[in-house]
Structure formats: structure tokens, C-alpha cells
């Protein structure tokens, strides 16, 4: 099931297509991050492929010099019964993929958790702000690092 999503993504746009992996029968795609429009819009408006749900948004801090995140969607198709995974590698400065709320509008408050959490940018994101910090604060939480031990007395601390 997964390899006739991979085989139709691949007729349909073979340059977005960086590597694939599969694990406990769910796919992920590693796509390159100047494709991911061309990749979303193929998986949910080719009828074989029928991505029509963003179930999740969110991103992993690898914390290396090069393609330092990943940006990595979960999708799901209604019609077929399947779930798909991208895995899109963005480098660290600055960080930034393209919004797919134009795709998905549910992809809107992901992709804003995302950017608060982590500080990658969505372009095109109808109204990119925090959710959960201020818009003055800083630092993005979830990054690799930012201080265990909570921030230093010098930086200054969110106003509620």
C-alpha cells in the first residue's frame, strides 16, 4: 500500500523526492524543502494519492551544522485509509519552508506552534505570530539550545 503512494508521488514530481523510509508499514518521504508545495499539492489532488487531512505538524532539532531541522507532516487520506509522512531537512539560518495553509488550513496553528516552539518560519503563513510566548520573548523552547537549566537571570523573563 505504501510503495503505490511512493511509486505515484515519484511519477507525479520525482525531483521533490530526497530518500524514503519505512517503518512498521508507515512511509516517510524525505522531501527537498524548495518542493514542498509541488509534493503537497500532488498528494492531495491526485485521486490515487487523496491527502486531504494535515494531522500534524511539528519539527525535530537535530542540532548539527546542516540541515540542523526537520519539518515533518503528517497526512492522511479519507478516501484511501492511509497515513504519509514528510520529512523535509531545513538548515538552521535562517530556518524556513513554505506555509501549506494554502493547501490545508488546518496546517495554520501547527505551522505557528512550530515556528513559537522552534523558530522556523512558514512563508506565506497568513499570520505568523506566537501562540504560546510573547511576542518579545527570544527563545524558542523546544530548540536543542535553549538552556536546561531555564534562562539566565540577565535575559528577561515573559511578562503574563
Known amino acids: 500500500m505504501t510503495q503505490a503512494v511512493l511509486?505515484?508521488?515519484?511519477?507525479l514530481c520525482p525531483?521533490?523526492?530526497?530518500?524514503?523510509?519505512?517503518f512498521r508499514g508507515e512511509l516517510t518521504i524525505?522531501?527537498?524543502a524548495p518542493a514542498l508545495l509541488t509534493a503537497?499539492?500532488?498528494?492531495?489532488?491526485?485521486p490515487a494519492l487523496a491527502m486531504d487531512m494535515v494531522i500534524d505538524i511539528t519539527a525535530v532539532?537535530?542540532?548539527?551544522?546542516?540541515?540542523?531541522f526537520d519539518v515533518?507532516?503528517?497526512l492522511y487520506s479519507l478516501k484511501h485509509k492511509r497515513y504519509v509522512r514528510l520529512r523535509v531537512?531545513?538548515?538552521?539560518?535562517?530556518?524556513?519552508?513554505?506555509?501549506v495553509t494554502g493547501l490545508w488550513p488546518a496546517a495554520n496553528w501547527h505551522e505557528r506552534e512550530t515556528f513559537d516552539m522552534f523558530g522556523i518560519t512558514f512563508t506565506g503563513h497568513p499570520d505568523l505570530r506566537r501562540m504560546y510566548m510573547p511576542e518579545?520573548?527570544?527563545?524558542?523552547p523546544l530548540r536543542k539550545d535553549f538552556p536546561t537549566m531555564g534562562i539566565p537571570d540577565s535575559l528577561p523573563l515573559p511578562r503574563r
Open 7 to 11: 511509486d505515484r508521488l515519484t511519477e
Open 15 to 22: 525531483a521533490a523526492i530526497a530518500g524514503t523510509s519505512e
Open 30 to 32: 524525505i522531501i527537498h
Open 40 to 46: 503537497c499539492r500532488a498528494l492531495q489532488s491526485d
Open 61 to 68: 532539532d537535530r542540532y548539527r551544522a546542516e540541515q540542523r
Open 72 to 74: 515533518v507532516y503528517h
Open 89 to 99: 531537512p531545513v538548515d538552521a539560518d535562517p530556518p524556513a519552508v513554505d506555509s
Open 136 to 140: 518579545e520573548f527570544e527563545h524558542h
